[in-house]
């Protein structure tokens, strides 16, 4: 069975200062996402990883992936106020068919403090 | 181009009763996934379709059922409500293709079961 931790569930930070979560799988998966939750709304993509070695990168976040070490992190630069918010990172298997299902953690709570 | 839109935004039911949401795909998108967030339990993955057949299901009682219209867009139907179906539930579309895509998100519907 696909599972996915996040760690930590909680963090809150300075702004200006730099971070790293992170994201675990537990078996072979195709691709993992990261996505963007603010309170009450949906999710918002930020990016997909989908090779071994691959970074993305998007303002002040980046984000990689290791898949013989099944992991991902995402990497918060010079954090600014308006990045707080729920990050979740999902994966997902690919069939013939596409995708058949996204897998979440618990998600990320981000506050970043003046 | 449109997002995924969902309807209703908000809904208040009471235990017992039947529910219906709708979700309309982004122009293009062949699959569609249903996901429940509730509180304290996270994202959880409901139904994948595609093509107008069920795909995937997950690991939901038989009272969550839901169906797939000619032009993609959908219906979750939830029967006998219980209280703990209390959660935002969420649509997502994609192309149904292997390669990276994204699934998109709606903006949800809020049930508040009383």
């Known amino acids: 069975e696909l599972k996915v931790e996040q760690n930590p569930l909680f963090l809150s930070m300075q702004e200006e200062k730099n971070y790293t979560i992170y994201c675990n799988y537990s078996t072979t998966s195709d691709r993992l996402y990261w996505y963007r939750q603010d309170p009450g709304k949906s999710l918002e993509s930020l990016f997909v990883l989908l090779s071994n070695g691959a970074v993305k990168q998007e303002g002040r976040l980046m984000a990689s992936l290791d898949t013989k070490a099944r992991l991902s992190t995402l990497h918060i630069t010079a954090a600014v106020h308006d990045l707080s918010a729920t990050y979740f990172c999902a994966v997902d298997r690919v069939t013939q068919g596409g995708s058949e299902k996204l897998v979440f953690g618990k998600g990320m709570k981000l506050t970043v403090n003046p | 181009e449109a997002g995924v839109t969902q309807s209703p935004t908000h809904l208040i039911k009471t235990r017992g009763q039947q529910v219906t949401l709708r979700c309309s795909p982004i122009s293009g998108h062949t699959s569609v996934y249903w996901y429940q967030q509730a509180l304290g339990l996270g994202l959880q993955f409901l139904l994948w379709y595609d093509e107008g057949e069920e795909r995937n299901r997950g690991n939901f009682p038989p009272r969550f059922s839901g169906r797939q219209f000619p032009n993609y867009s959908s219906e979750l139907n939830v029967n006998a409500l219980e209280l703990e179906d209390s959660a935002l539930y969420l649509c997502?579309?994609?192309?149904?293709?292997?390669?990276?895509?994204?699934?998109?998100f709606g903006p949800g519907t809020r049930l508040t079961v009383l």
């Open positions: 997502a579309s994609s192309r149904g293709l292997a390669g990276g895509r994204f699934q998109f």
